[in-house]
Structures are given as structure tokens and as C-alpha cells.
């Protein structure tokens, strides 16, 4: 019979019995039993994401050349924190479930430069790998105005060099866009779930789209190994990049500086839940580092999967990470939520995550559609369905009996009036027109 890392799956269910509805692809919420314990040797350094944020401003001057709709926030790349009230009445209203506390959306959907959570940690690692090489070969120093990386010299010694990268299609677009900015040559393998105007937007701009007929891994198995041979290429690997995780990780005193901002206090009496779309993990998993060094305890971090692609929920569940696959327990790894559609997660993120993660949960597709659609009638914000897998999260945690645990667990349940939850919207503002109207007619 057919084994996963020695046992049968029979024997996989009776360790956690939550695996028969994750099997079955029934939607499910997942706490995590190892939350909160402590690391034994943690894999990143906070001074690691300090000095990935003062890397980003130093780049701000030729962010603000590359990219003018960015000067009015500096060149610094950052998405509004805004309240959705009207969502969150609709959402108690749909599920019967109060929500207690105040409800926002993280609109990286609508970042500037490429519209997803990917301009966080793709363009921070094409932009360190542009230093380096200026640096090493062009005479750049920390203290110049990094404008200076806009001009044709600069333009001709980044073509000498080469970007490539395996995708779904946000991290290929926030890649080939910089990257094409910036002069490197860049190619993006996508994956066949890829949407064709993602491929087009990136051809129009010199960017070589390379296409699979097959999943994901497939993809970036492809472009490690065609990077592999060339000795001026530079290879982004969603699936291991440290310097993705801490593009991401940047995120988070972002965060904290706009929740202050709109004077809302976190503190172990105002305990905050952010819900998180999580395709192979490097976006979510960098964000939930970033979160756990500025709030520690107080914060409280949930990943959101397709029940089609649950990679990062079985590989915390069974404790082999990377070693799994959701087609290893039958899962089919099909859904119209492109950004998430990951047979395997990041062993990097996975591992990372084993003791920071309160939880997952799974969502259909069906109600990733019925929620676009209400977000975009109550809120006016329109999303790309894999945006949409965090707005499930709060009714989970409040209704779940798994959710109601751990709050009971955390000793949470009386202090939900004075909490926040942060529904961390992924992406959507680039999608077209007829692209929306159709992710709209689908509910
Ligand atoms: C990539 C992506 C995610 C998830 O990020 P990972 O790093 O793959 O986990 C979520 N939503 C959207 C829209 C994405 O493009």
C-alpha cells in the first residue's frame, strides 16, 4: 500500500483525525499544536529584516525615477490599512457569527508597481541583487543617491546579467516587471494555472515567458535548472529564498506604524488576528515573522488554502514540510485561486512556521467568488479570488469549535471586543476589466 515517510495513510488519520476532511477536501480549521513553544534555533535574525528595510530606502530615489506613481509615498512601496465595516456586517450577517472587535483589509492588493503581496519580496531581491552587482562592478556606494541606477550606464552593466524565476503569476510579474525596469535580462517560467494576461502583461515589456503544461514545482524545477547553467544568472527560488522572507518581513513595523496611526492599540489586552492567503509560504510566512518580532505574543497568525491546495496545512500537520505533497494524499491541487495553487510548501517557511503559526484553514473556491463579490459591493474593493482566503478567517476563528479553542486556550475569549483582525487582501488591482467582471458573475 501506498506510504508516506514510512506510514500508511490510514495511520497519518489516526494521528490527526482532521486529515480525513482535509482529504475530502472539506473546508477545515487547523490550530496548531505547537504554537508558542520556543525555537531552538531560529533561522532569521531580526537585525536580518532592519537592515532589508534600510536596503528599501536606500533604494526609494530610484524607486521614485522608475516608478512616478510613487512619489507621493517616497518611493517606499506600501499598500492602505483602511476599516471595512459594511464587509463585516455583511459577513456577520451572511454566517450568523458576530465578529467581535474591529475588522480591516491590508490592501496589497493594490501595492504599487505590480498589484500583489509579491512586490514585497520579489522586487526587494531583484533590487539587493541590482547593489550588489553595482557595487562590485559599477562604483555604487551606500551613501549615493541610488537615482543614479536609472541611467543608461547602469542599464547597460544589469544587462550583462540575468534574472530568472519559476511562478504562478504575481511573483513572475513583480520580478519581470523590476527586473526589465532595471535593464537585467529576466525569464519567468509559468505555470500552466498562470493567467494569460499575466504572460502578456510581461511579453509586452521584453520579458521571456516560458510556459509549463503542469504545475507550480514543475515551473521552478524548470528555471532552477535552466539558471543552473548559467553562471550571470540569478535565480529566484520561491521555494528557499531567505532574502524573499525578509522583503516580506518588512511588512510588519509598517504595520504597526499604520495601526498606530489610526490609534489602534495591540497589547495583551487588545490581542490581533491576521489572516493570511498562503500558496507555497514565503509571502505569509515572511509577513508572520515580521509580525511575531514587532508584537510578540499579542499577534495572532492564520494562514488561509484553497481545500483543493492545503500544501502548508499538511505540512505542519505531519510535521514533514517540504517532504509532502497534496498529491501524496490524493489532493488534486486544482483551483481557480492561481496565486495558491502549491502542491508542496517552502521547507524554509514550513520549518519557520512550526512554532509561530496559531493555525490554518481551508476554503472553497465557490465561496472565494461569493466573497469577491461582496467585498466588492460593500467595500468597493476588488480583489483576485486568492485575495479573498483571509476574509474567511475571522468567521472560522469565531465559530470553528477548533477556533473557539484556541481563544479559550489563549485566554482570549473576553478581550474579542477590544480586538483587531487584519484580513490581508494578496492582490487584484491589475487584473482587467473582463477578468473582473467575470470573477464577479462566478457567485
Ligand atoms: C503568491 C500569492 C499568495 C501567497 O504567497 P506565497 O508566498 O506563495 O505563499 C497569496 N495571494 C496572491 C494573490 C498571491 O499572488
Known amino acids: 500500500m501506498h506510504k508516506i515517510a514510512g506510514l500508511s495513510i490510514n495511520a497519518w488519520k489516526a494521528k490527526d483525525p482532521i486529515l480525513n476532511n482535509v482529504m475530502k477536501m472539506n473546508e477545515v480549521f487547523w490550530t496548531n499544536p505547537h504554537y508558542g513553544n520556543k525555537q531552538e534555533n531560529p533561522i532569521v535574525q531580526a537585525e536580518q529584516v532592519k537592515s532589508a528595510e534600510e536596503r528599501l530606502n536606500r533604494f526609494a530615489k530610484y524607486i521614485i525615477k522608475a516608478f512616478p506613481e510613487t512619489e507621493p509615498m517616497e518611493g517606499i512601496i506600501e499598500s492602505p490599512l483602511v476599516e471595512i465595516p459594511f464587509m463585516q456586517k455583511n459577513l456577520e450577517k451572511s454566517y450568523g457569527t458576530k465578529i467581535a472587535g474591529k475588522l480591516l483589509l491590508k490592501c496589497d492588493s493594490h501595492l504599487p508597481i505590480s498589484g500583489s503581496i509579491k512586490a514585497r519580496g520579489g522586487i526587494y531581491e531583484v533590487l539587493k541583487r541590482a547593489e550588489e552587482i553595482a557595487m562590485k562592478h559599477g562604483g555604487l556606494k551606500r551613501t549615493d543617491n541610488y537615482g543614479i541606477l536609472a541611467s543608461d550606464d547602469y542599464k547597460e552593466l544589469f544587462s550583462k546579467y540575468s534574472i530568472a524565476v519559476g511562478s504562478t503569476g504575481n511573483l513572475g510579474m513583480s520580478i519581470g516587471i523590476i527586473s526589465a525596469k532595471l535593464g537585467f535580462k529576466v525569464t519567468v517560467h509559468m505555470s500552466a494555472d498562470a493567467k494569460q494576461w499575466k504572460k502578456d502583461k510581461l511579453t509586452s515589456l521584453g520579458v521571456i515567458v516560458k510556459e509549463y503544461d503542469d504545475d507550480y514545482s514543475k515551473?521552478?524545477?524548470?528555471?532552477?535548472?535552466?539558471?543552473?547553467?548559467?553562471?550571470?544568472?540569478?535565480?529566484?527560488?520561491?521555494?528557499?529564498?531567505?532574502?524573499?522572507?525578509?522583503?516580506?518581513?518588512?511588512?510588519?513595523?509598517?504595520?504597526?506604524?499604520?495601526?498606530?496611526?489610526?490609534?489602534?492599540?495591540?497589547?495583551?489586552?487588545?490581542?490581533?488576528?491576521?489572516?493570511?492567503?498562503?500558496?507555497?509560504?514565503?509571502?505569509?510566512?515572511?509577513?508572520?515573522?515580521?509580525?511575531?518580532?514587532?508584537?510578540?505574543?499579542?499577534?495572532?497568525?492564520?494562514?488561509?488554502?484553497?481545500?483543493?491546495?492545503?500544501?502548508?496545512?499538511?505540512?505542519?500537520?505531519?510535521?514533514?514540510?517540504?517532504?509532502?505533497?497534496?498529491?501524496?494524499?490524493?489532493?488534486?491541487?486544482?483551483?481557480?485561486?492561481?496565486?495558491?495553487?502549491?502542491?508542496?510548501?517552502?521547507?524554509?517557511?514550513?520549518?519557520?512556521?512550526?512554532?509561530?503559526?496559531?493555525?490554518?484553514?481551508?476554503?472553497?473556491?465557490r465561496r472565494l467568488f461569493e466573497l469577491l463579490k461582496e467585498m466588492a459591493e460593500t467595500e468597493g474593493h476588488y480583489l483576485e479570488p486568492s485575495a479573498l482566503a483571509g476574509a474567511f478567517g475571522p468567521i472560522q476563528l469565531l465559530s470553528a469549535p477548533e477556533g473557539r479553542e484556541y481563544l479559550m486556550d489563549q485566554k482570549l475569549l473576553d478581550k474579542m471586543n477590544q480586538s483587531t483582525h487584519v484580513i490581508w487582501a494578496t492582490g487584484g488591482s491589475m487584473v482587467p476589466k473582463d477578468m473582473m467582471e467575470l470573477y464577479l458573475s462566478k457567485s
Open 219 to 365: 515551473a521552478v524545477e524548470e528555471g532552477r535548472k535552466e539558471a543552473s547553467l548559467d553562471p550571470d544568472c540569478h535565480f529566484i527560488d520561491d521555494e528557499n529564498s531567505m532574502d524573499l522572507l525578509l522583503g516580506y518581513a518588512t511588512a510588519a513595523t509598517r504595520l504597526k506604524k499604520q495601526l498606530k496611526d489610526m490609534s489602534i492599540t495591540v497589547d495583551e489586552d487588545h490581542p490581533l488576528f491576521v489572516y493570511l492567503p498562503c500558496g507555497v509560504g514565503g509571502g505569509p510566512g515572511g509577513i508572520t515573522y515580521g509580525l511575531k518580532l514587532a508584537f510578540e505574543d499579542d499577534v495572532h497568525c492564520f494562514f488561509a488554502e484553497p481545500t483543493h491546495s492545503p500544501c502548508m496545512t499538511l505540512g505542519l500537520m505531519t510535521g514533514l514540510h517540504d517532504k509532502v505533497s497534496v498529491q501524496d494524499f490524493g489532493i488534486d491541487n486544482k483551483t481557480e485561486a492561481d496565486g495558491l495553487a502549491v502542491g508542496r510548501p517552502s521547507a524554509l517557511v514550513s520549518s519557520m512556521m512550526t512554532t509561530m503559526l496559531s493555525g490554518s484553514y481551508t476554503i472553497e473556491d
